[in-house]
Structures are given as C-alpha cells and as structure tokens.
C-alpha cells in the first residue's frame, strides 16, 4: 500500500475559514467527510491531520497550523514524521493566476509569487504534486493580500463547495495518476 500525503493550504483559526487563501483546507476538509472516520487530531502545533484508506492508497490528509507563509516548517515535519517523499505529496492551493474555478493539476513548476508554496519550495524542493484552485485576481497587484484573505461571495462559495465535493469523489484518479509518473 502506497502512503500519500495530501495537504491543504490555508491560514487556521475561524476567521479565515472561509477564505480564498483557505480553499486547501476547504478541500481537505471535504476528502475526509467522504473518507476518515474520527476526524483531525493535532501533531504538535505544526499541523491537524487525519488517515484512511482509498483504494490501495493510505491517504494522510494535513492542513498546517503555521500560516500560509510558513507552510514549509509544518510540511517538513510532516514529511520527515511519516517519511514520504516530495514525489507522494499534493499540495491543495488557491491560485490567483487562474480564473475562478478553473482547476490544474501538475508535479514541480514554480510557485508562481505563492508565499505558501515559496516556504514549500524552500522546506522540501519543487518537486511534489500541485492541485491549482482558480480564486480569480483583483484589479491591481497591491490588492492581492486583502484579495486572498477575503471570503468568497455566496454564489462563489457554493461553486467551490461542489468542486470540493467532486475532487472527494474522485481522489482515487488524482491518487492514480500520481503513481502513474
């Protein structure tokens, strides 16, 4: 059985909950109402996770503690607790650079000016799987951080909710293809 660890960005604490930058959680979240029994527990401080099984997989499901900018510090130790390497991890992030909704999914890149996954890269190399959440970009470059840390409006938050929903029921492909490459 091959062990996964899949990971959610976002910012803790309930009023980031629902957030833009806090989509990784929001999907995390999501994975395990389908899928863990018993819910999150805390490591340390660094992160609240959760396991099942999907498959032939062992999912470890994680949201850091440490704040987007941080990231990398709980990766780390979540990498090194449970020894599974760069190759076995996705990354669940918000992505201004995409339209709303619109979803990539890639091994290695850049971080594309993401604070988050600037701390990933520098914690554990480039080379772990990325899922891109489109939250759209604002009109100017200085608004970028009260953008990403403002909610989603109602009918934005529901499109969300059901992409969250759809990635659930099918983490068993994205499991897959990362065995595939």
Known sequence: MTTVLLIGLGNPGVIYENNRHNVGFKIIDTIAKEYVVGGFRKMASMAE???????????????????????????????????????????????????????????????????????????????????????????????????VLKNFDNDQEKTINSIADDMAKNILTLLERMQKT
């Open 49 to 147: 996770t959760a396991s099942s099984n999907v498959g032939d997989f062992r999912i470890i499901l994680a949201k850091p503690q440490t704040f987007m900018n941080l990231s990398g510090k709980a990766v780390r130790v979540l990498a090194d607790f449970y020894k599974i390497p760069p190759e076995n991890m996705c990354i669940f992030h918000d992505d201004i650079d995409l339209a709303f909704s619109q979803i990539k999914i890639k091994k290695g890149g850049g971080n594309g000016g993401h604070n988050g996954l600037k701390s990933i890269d520098s914690a554990i190399g480039p080379n772990y799987w990325r899922v891109r959440i489109g939250v759209g970009r604002p009109l100017y470059k200085s608004m970028v951080s009260d953008y």
